[in-house]
């Protein structure tokens, strides 16, 4: 019986940005990682790494749920 294991970031939940109410987009990062940015602000989360398919999910859900929160970094620097 085949499995899927591939992950259905569209069922992600993502709130607006914490910081300007702008779209957050979940990103993979060269298969390590996840994190949130906002595509307006570049506000982001810190990356959840992740080293096997199950803690893959877990990774992309704590990702989402730190940006939920509100716990994001500003991209700009000296703020
Ligand atoms: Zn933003």
Redesign the pocket.
């Known amino acids: 019986m085949e499995r899927d294991t591939s992950l259905n970031l569209a069922e992600i939940e993502l709130q607006e ?1 914490p ?4 779209d957050g987009i979940i990103e993979e990062e060269e298969g390590w990682c996840f994190y949130v940015s ?1 595509m ?4 982001h989360t810190a990356e959840t790494a992740y080293k096997t398919d199950d803690e893959r999910m877990a990774a992309a859900e704590k990702a989402a749920h730190l940006w939920n929160i509100g716990k994001v970094v500003r991209m700009d620097p000296g703020e």
Do not use: I, N, Y
């Open positions: 940005c910081l300007c109410r702008g906002c307006d602000c570049g506000a």
